[in-house]
């Protein structure tokens, strides 16, 4: 039987146009057209309120917030399991339905506050990351099918990140060790580091802003962890880990001496070019740090097949 391939997306505000992952989206919509996934924005959909919900609102805000979008899936694309493209965004919901589904009160508040825009949750819809939709319903062998570049040559260091491995993670996946970048990567032709020894350190999140300075060594260590297991590039499946990464290596570089250079691109960037992308498609003009070794895979031309 096969598994269903339409979802109710959810794709957050990071990823929206001239947003900091504007280019996350752009590989992920490339990615599934090839794969024969149908994504459906929920329409109307709210912000998550990652970055502002533990910030004096209080919990019940925040849960509203999201069940809000939750309501809107189950109103508008019933049956269809909801699914997240950014880590935040996915961890937050997550959240959210774990505390509803184990809480009559807090459900009650909640479809109390939901009730004044006419909404009601009713908590059938799943909460997914598109790496679970991935690994889960179409499975490495799937994945592997459309491959017509292989990433042939490149070594990925696979950067997890902290908030898709705790505390909810990718099932089956181990918390200190997850290797579904590593698997992911070898189905994509490429090679992985499955040494690379920071793949489940943070990034320094929002620190960025507030100590600079702690978010920085952060990024430091796992830059120069990339360098040490000999890594081309890193992969990672997280937005804010994406731009933290790739961002300050220039103001490390000022401030310390360092010479970093090290492109960090999302997975669905990797499998939009091996699946035969353009490098637009897969929003590679959307770096600061450009990938070359992935631009030059894209720009290659596929040999046409006899038959």
């Known amino acids: 039987m096969e598994k269903k391939r339409a979802y109710a997306f959810y794709p957050g505000c990071s990823s929206q146009l001239r ?4 280019n996350y989206l752009v590989s ?9 996934v149908k994504l459906t924005p929920i329409p109307d959909w709210n912000c998550c309120g990652a970055s502002i ?3 004096g609102s209080g919990e019940l805000a925040r849960h509203v917030m999201n069940a809000r979008n939750f309501a809107l899936a189950e109103r508008h694309l019933p049956g269809q399991d909801i699914v997240a493209t950014c880590a935040a965004c996915w961890l937050g919901a997550r959240e959210t339905k774990e505390k509803l589904d184990a809480s009559a009160q ?6 109390e506050a939901l009730r004044e825009a006419g909404l009601r949750y009713q908590g059938r819809a799943e909460v ?11 499975g490495y062998e ?7 570049k292989p990433l042939e040559g490149i070594k990925f ?4 990140g902290c908030q898709t491995n705790r505390p909810f993670g990718i099932a089956g996946e181990s918390f200190e060790n997850p290797m579904y970048l590593d698997r992911l990567v070898e189905t994509l032709g490429g090679e992985a580091l499955p040494r690379y020894e ?15 300075e702690k978010s920085q060594k952060q990024i430091r260590q796992i830059v120069e962890a990339a360098y040490d297991a000999g890594a081309d590039m890193i992969v990672t499946p997280c937005p804010l880990c994406q731009a933290n990464v790739e961002i300050y290596q220039d103001e490390i570089n000022r401030r310390e001496g360092t010479r970093f250079a090290m492109p960090v691109a999302y997975y669905s960037q990797l499998m939009a070019v091996a699946y035969g992308a353009t490098p637009k498609e897969a929003g590679l003009d959307g770096h600061l740090i450009a990938p070359k070794k992935l631009h030059e895979i894209a720009v290659k031309v596929v040999p046409a097949q006899k038959g």
């Open 106 to 111: 807090l459900l009650a508040d909640t479809n």
């Open 128 to 138: 997914r990351h598109m790496v679970e939709v991935l690994i889960e319903d179409l």
């Open 198 to 212: 920071q793949k489940v350190t943070c990034c320094g999140g929002a620190l960025a802003f507030s100590e600079p």
């Open 157 to 160: 260091a696979g950067y997890v």
């Open 142 to 148: 799937g994945l592997a099918q459309p491959v017509v």
């Open 19 to 22: 947003a900091s992952a504007s």
């Open 53 to 55: 919900g533990y910030a």
């Open 28 to 36: 992920v919509q490339t990615m599934c057209r090839y794969l024969d």
